[in-house]
């Protein structure tokens, strides 16, 4: 498995991160031994980024990393979790929650540390109490070693990056805006790791949009996007592979160009771990991949702030 530097914090991280989202049966039911089989497998291979958050599952998911992680050497791997985020419309930046949050999550994942604490979807939230409140706060964590570096994510690239910038964060998650048919986190990445900041490319798929069966009912894109991919989709099933590999290997493979440290994909089974790391190493049919490059041409980085969809973004 490749290997890249995190922006300026020191962390050499995989390719290919860990998504602890699923383990927290977001989708459908995880048990403890399924979420045990896949951490396991995911160090196995190399895979020692893991990242989660108090959302995911409604804190599930982190209670199941943490009982996962439970016998692993701490310095083995890299735990990321965030603040911030608490429900499907509930932010809250202000400094005491920012505390009682990461506290909590401490006991959940059954560590005294944090390597890389994350500000979430912070464009739903109050910029300004993240700017007075949040971010103070985790500076000071910082100091005490409670957390070791300090990032923020979200989905609207112009936010993130402004925040990112004139805030000296040490890192940056991105949502699906490095895709087959959505790229546009290419740019906004190089700026952010000239300036020193770990870029992380997250949902490679689109949340779903760039796999056989489609995007889910709840997904926010565009009917248009939902036609072209189907056809690319297609296409991929017609050259005996699958448009998720194809795409889950086009991120993995070509994000470093851009400055992208690592992209990080969840799932919640031991057999994808295992998957989606031999992907990481291998580069896409470069044939194919122009021929679905053609098709979703017409929808070329279109996300959902730029086609209005059938569904609408997370707190809307």
């Not at 889910?216 to 297609?234: D, K, Q, Y």
Request: hydrophobic letters at 40%; one cysteine or more; proline letters at 3%.
């Amino acid at each position: 498995m490749r290997r890249h530097d995190l922006g300026r914090t020191g962390i050499e991280v995989p390719a290919l991160a860990m998504g602890a989202a699923s383990l927290g049966s977001i989708y459908h039911p995880v048990s403890q031994d399924e979420a045990d089989a896949t951490v396991a497998t995911a160090l196995e291979c190399d895979l020692n980024y893991f990242d989660v958050a108090p959302y995911y599952g409604l804190t599930t998911a982190e209670t199941a990393l943490g009982k996962a992680l439970k016998g692993f050497a701490r310095q083995s791997y890299t735990l990321a979790t965030k603040i911030g985020r608490y429900g499907d419309q509930d932010w809250d930046f202000s400094a005491d929650a920012t505390k009682r949050s990461i506290e909590a999550s401490l006991g959940r994942l059954g560590t005294d540390h944090i390597d890389v604490i994350q500000c979430h979807d912070i464009e739903y939230g109050d910029l300004a109490q993240l700017r007075n409140e949040a971010l103070p706060t985790l500076r000071k964590l910082k100091e005490e070693g409670v957390v070791r570096f300090i990032g923020v994510t979200g989905y609207r690239l112009d936010v993130v990056e402004k925040i990112a910038v004139e805030e000296q964060v040490d890192t940056v998650m991105a949502y699906c805006t490095y895709t087959l048919q959505d790229r546009r986190l290419a740019p906004v990445a190089e700026r952010l790791a000239a300036a020193g900041i770990g870029v992380l490319n997250a949902s490679p798929l689109g949340m779903g949009l760039l796999t056989t069966r489609g995007a889910p009912s709840w997904h926010p894109g565009n009917e248009r996007v939902f036609e072209l991919v189907a056809a690319a989709a297609r296409l991929c099933t017609l050259a005996g592979t699958d448009i998720s590999e194809l795409a889950m290997r086009f991120a993995l493979t070509t994000g470093h160009e851009h400055g992208i440290a690592t992209t990080v994909v969840g799932t919640a089974n031991a057999h994808n771990v295992r998957e989606n790391a031999r992907w990481a190493d291998s580069e896409p049919d470069a044939t194919l991949l122009k021929q679905v490059e053609a098709i979703l041409a017409p929808v070329m980085d279109a996300g959902w702030d730029v086609l209005p969809g059938n569904g609408g973004k997370a707190g809307g």
